[in-house]
């Protein structure tokens, strides 16, 4: 069935949500969009994996983290090389994105392809029957 869900995270994005974390029939999942080599271009086909509490937690903290830093960067408060990917490995916002890529990494096992519209100005997917 066709449903729409929530977009949570954006973790990666060029033109469009690349990486993050959305809802799939309600429940928290890494998305990965997929590369065709062949035509140069993003698909509509995402690699989901399901998280568990624990995954989801360690997301919403980065994301989290993320946030805070937008909004001061918007406000001038921090300069646009302190964007927490550029902290050094041993902050929090490092060991966070290291633990949750570690749990996407070991249950790749359960992961599924499902085709996504996503809408990012409304922080919306769809997920289509494939």
Not at 12 to 38: I, S, T
Not at 61 to 71: E, H, R, T, V
Not at 114 to 122: E, F
Request: charged letters at 30%; glycine letters at 6%; zero cysteines.
């Amino acid at each position: 069935m066709d449903e729409d869900d929530r977009v949570l995270t954006i973790d990666d994005y060029f033109d469009q949500p690349l990486k993050g974390v959305a809802e799939y029939r309600g429940r928290p999942h890494y998305y990965n969009r997929q590369f065709d080599r062949e035509t140069d271009a993003y698909l509509d086909v995402f690699i989901l994996t399901p998280l568990d509490a624990e995954a989801f937690e360690l997301a919403m903290a980065a994301w989290g983290i993320w946030l805070d830093w937008k909004m001061a960067f918007r406000r001038g408060e921090v300069p646009a090389n302190s964007h927490p990917p550029h902290e050094p490995e041993t902050s929090s916002y490092g060991q966070l994105t290291r633990d949750f890529s570690k749990y996407v990494e070991q249950n790749q096992g359960s992961s599924f392809e499902a085709k996504g519209v996503m809408d990012s100005n409304t922080d919306r997917v769809r997920w289509l029957t494939v």
